[in-house]
């Protein structure tokens, strides 16, 4: 062998994916990531033209590393830079565009109720909804059987909420009460907690402290309830038309009133922050799984702002038109969201800007519930019915 003339090194799988990897980064932006890559695993070779798209074994990984990263079997390792948000981020986004924003519906159920709220249980194998006609819709997922409580609210209600890891089901009302039910015998009504002196719009568990309920009123009032023992623990002047505890630890409230979002620490009971942007009333918001984004919408547009560096708008989408009245992320793929409109369900990625529209209902998608157990999306609408996507 000629030593001047030394044989090219045949590229080992590990080689053909450390290429496709780097390019993948290039395309997406992530020109840093990029080159920080390059260096590290030494790729210096560029995808042929045969292989522009990554197909097969690059694919294949996208699909295996997903549900392994994100069911915390493969716990990435921490870093100084943002290379592993980055990374999360391409894990969720191709895998959602590479499956063609795939939501199909799986069954349907007529509740014969303008419906405006719904919510999964913890384990998905439930799912209520309430609207006009004043009684719980309830869902069992397993058997796609259903059931109307015989008992009812005086009004109207106006949002439902399961207690996190039980049966318990809370329900909010303009008739200023809040019941709470046992989901699994439809027809019994537990106790009424009573106190609000105004309609009750909006209702939220602590996700810790699973016996502790918040609710407002029309009187912006927050009520905080221990609903072990139906009675009052303190109430608070901070508005709300919508309250959420902040996922995992509870130890932060969102608070929407009229335009404005309000992050109180509910163990002073102090703003923390403050999310100002909307044009319009506010009129549904939720967390992501980490308590680090919190997203919401009016009818002009849908946004998605950042906790950690409150008050920024990370990104924004105009309804045009379409009206948007709720959103979840999605249950699936943690960085795109589910926004519901007039007859529509949108799904977004911020990141990129991609929308896929979906054909949901006949009437406005007035309410989304998301299961990560079962990685299921409810909607419901003034058609008065409940709609199962996955």
Same mark, same amino acid.
């Given at each position: 062998?000629?030593? +001047?003339?030394?044989?090219?090194?045949?590229?080992?799988?590990?080689?053909?994916?450390?290429?496709?990897?780097?390019?993948?980064?290039?395309?997406?932006?992530?020109?840093?990531?990029?080159?920080?890559?390059?260096?590290? #695993?030494?790729?210096?070779?560029?995808?042929?033209?045969?292989?522009?798209?990554?197909?097969?074994?690059?694919?294949?990984?996208?699909?295996?590393?997903?549900?392994?990263?994100?069911? *915390?079997?493969?716990?990435?390792?921490?870093?100084? *830079?943002?290379?592993?948000?980055?990374?999360?981020? /391409?894990?969720?986004?191709?895998?959602?565009?590479?499956?063609?924003?795939?939501?199909?519906?799986?069954?349907?159920?007529?509740?014969?109720?303008?419906?405006?709220?719904?919510?999964?249980?913890?384990?998905?194998?439930?799912?209520?909804?309430?609207?006009?006609?004043?009684?719980?819709?309830?869902?069992?997922?397993?058997?796609?059987?259903?059931?109307?409580?015989?008992?009812?609210?005086?009004?109207?209600?106006?949002?439902?909420?399961?207690?996190?890891?039980?049966?318990?089901?809370?329900?909010?009302?303009?008739?200023?009460?809040?019941?709470? $039910?046992?989901?699994?015998?439809?027809?019994?009504?537990?106790?009424?907690?009573?106190?609000? !002196?105004?309609?009750?719009?909006?209702?939220?568990?602590?996700?810790?402290?699973? =016996?502790?309920?918040?609710? +407002?009123?029309?009187?912006?009032?927050?009520?905080?309830? !221990?609903? !072990?023992?139906?009675?009052? /623990?303190? *109430?608070?002047?901070?508005?709300?038309?919508?309250?959420?505890?902040?996922?995992?630890?509870?130890?932060?409230?969102?608070?929407? !009133?009229?335009?404005?979002?309000?992050?109180?620490?509910?163990?002073?009971?102090?703003?923390?922050?403050?999310? =100002?942007?909307?044009?319009?009333?506010?009129?549904?918001?939720?967390?992501?799984?980490?308590?680090?984004?919190?997203?919401?919408? +009016?009818?002009?547009?849908?946004?998605?702002?950042?906790?950690?560096?409150?008050?920024?708008?990370?990104?924004?989408?105009?309804?045009?038109?379409?009206?948007?009245? +709720?959103?979840?992320?999605?249950?699936?793929?943690?960085?795109?969201?589910?926004?519901?409109?007039?007859?529509?369900?949108?799904? $977004?990625?911020? =990141?990129? #800007?991609?929308?896929?529209?979906?054909?949901?209902?006949?009437?406005?998608?007035? #309410?989304?519930?998301?299961?990560?157990?079962?990685?299921?999306?409810?909607?419901?609408?003034?058609?008065?019915?409940?709609?199962? $996507?996955?």
């Amino acid at each position: 062998m000629d030593p +001047s003339h030394p044989t090219p090194r045949i590229l080992t799988h590990e080689d053909i994916f450390r290429i496709h990897l780097y390019d993948y980064f290039r395309k997406r932006g992530f020109n840093q990531t990029a080159e920080a890559f390059r260096r590290e #695993g030494e790729v210096t070779k560029q995808p042929s033209a045969d292989h522009d798209v990554p197909q097969g074994m690059l694919r294949d990984f996208w699909g295996l590393f997903h549900d392994i990263y994100f069911s *915390n079997q493969l716990p990435l390792p921490a870093s100084s *830079n943002q290379a592993p948000d980055l990374i999360g981020s /391409i894990m969720n986004i191709p895998r959602m565009v590479r499956d063609g924003y795939s939501m199909h519906f799986l069954a349907g159920f007529p509740s014969h109720d303008r419906l405006v709220s719904c919510q999964f249980s913890s384990d998905g194998s439930i799912l209520a909804s309430g609207g006009l006609g004043k009684k719980v819709f309830i869902c069992y997922t397993n058997t796609c059987d259903s059931v109307t409580t015989l008992e009812s609210h005086l009004d109207p209600i106006s949002e439902v909420c399961f207690q996190p890891g039980s049966a318990l089901l809370a329900t909010a009302s303009y008739d200023k009460t809040v019941k709470l $039910w046992d989901a699994t015998k439809p027809g019994r009504l537990l106790y009424n907690l009573i106190g609000h !002196n105004g309609w009750v719009k909006s209702l939220d568990f602590h996700p810790m402290e699973r =016996e502790v309920l918040c609710s +407002s009123d029309s009187f912006d009032v927050i009520e905080m309830w !221990n609903v !072990n023992q139906g009675v009052r /623990i303190k *109430n608070v002047m901070a508005g709300g038309q919508i309250i959420r505890f902040q996922p995992r630890f509870g130890r932060f409230l969102a608070v929407a !009133n009229g335009k404005i979002i309000n992050i109180f620490d509910v163990q002073i009971w102090r703003i923390q922050g403050r999310l =100002e942007g909307h044009v319009n009333d506010v009129l549904a918001m939720c967390w992501d799984s980490t308590g680090q984004m919190i997203a919401s919408v +009016s009818e002009d547009c849908a946004r998605v702002w950042s906790v950690v560096v409150c008050g920024y708008c990370m990104h924004q989408l105009p309804s045009n038109g379409k009206r948007f009245q +709720s959103i979840v992320f999605h249950p699936r793929y943690p960085n795109v969201l589910v926004i519901g409109g007039f007859q529509c369900m949108e799904v $977004w990625i911020p =990141e990129t #800007g991609d929308i896929y529209s979906i054909h949901a209902h006949n009437g406005s998608v007035s #309410g989304l519930a998301a299961s990560t157990q079962t990685q299921c999306i409810a909607s419901v609408s003034s058609d008065e019915c409940v709609k199962i $996507w996955k």
